[in-house]
């Protein structure tokens, strides 16, 4: 079991993980070996509570797919297990904030001193410009 939360925790089985060969340079050794790891994630098919799964669907994330599956591609490491671990963490820390609820907003009224700051502002603004106008009959 993978502790999320101390509430919450998922099955190792259901994550898939692929071994993969990472992009970029690194010389002959590159071809030959599948350093990066790729973590898929099914939301829908998970054992996270509903609010969760609803959470992490409407985040506007790119590795969140839209049939609703987590995909993590982690190649920083030369290490095979390494980038498992790193991508463990991304995901472990990418279920948490869907549990983060924002605070909600409430609506305040500018203070008495930044209407004044921002009318200040206008009217040196419009001075500056007024400045560059061609007045009629100065030539």
């Not at 590795?63 to 987590?70: E, F, N």
Request: proline residues 4%.
């Amino acid at each position: 079991m993978i502790q999320i939360t101390s509430t919450i925790a998922i099955d190792e089985a259901e994550i898939d993980w692929q071994a993969i060969r990472a992009s970029g340079p690194g010389g002959q050794h590159v071809n030959k070996t599948s350093t990066a790891m790729q973590l898929m994630f099914d939301i829908q098919q998970s054992s996270l509570p509903a609010h969760y799964k609803t959470a992490l669907l409407q985040k506007s994330d790119h590795r969140i797919t839209a049939s609703g599956k987590i995909i993590i591609k982690c190649q920083q490491s030369r290490s095979q297990e390494m980038n498992r671990e790193t991508a463990l963490l991304q995901l472990i820390e990418l279920i948490k904030s869907a549990g983060i609820v924002p605070k909600k907003r409430h609506a305040t009224k500018p203070t008495y001193g930044s209407q004044q700051r921002r009318l200040d502002s206008k009217k040196q603004r419009s001075g500056t410009k007024s400045l560059r106008q061609q007045k009629p009959g100065q030539d």
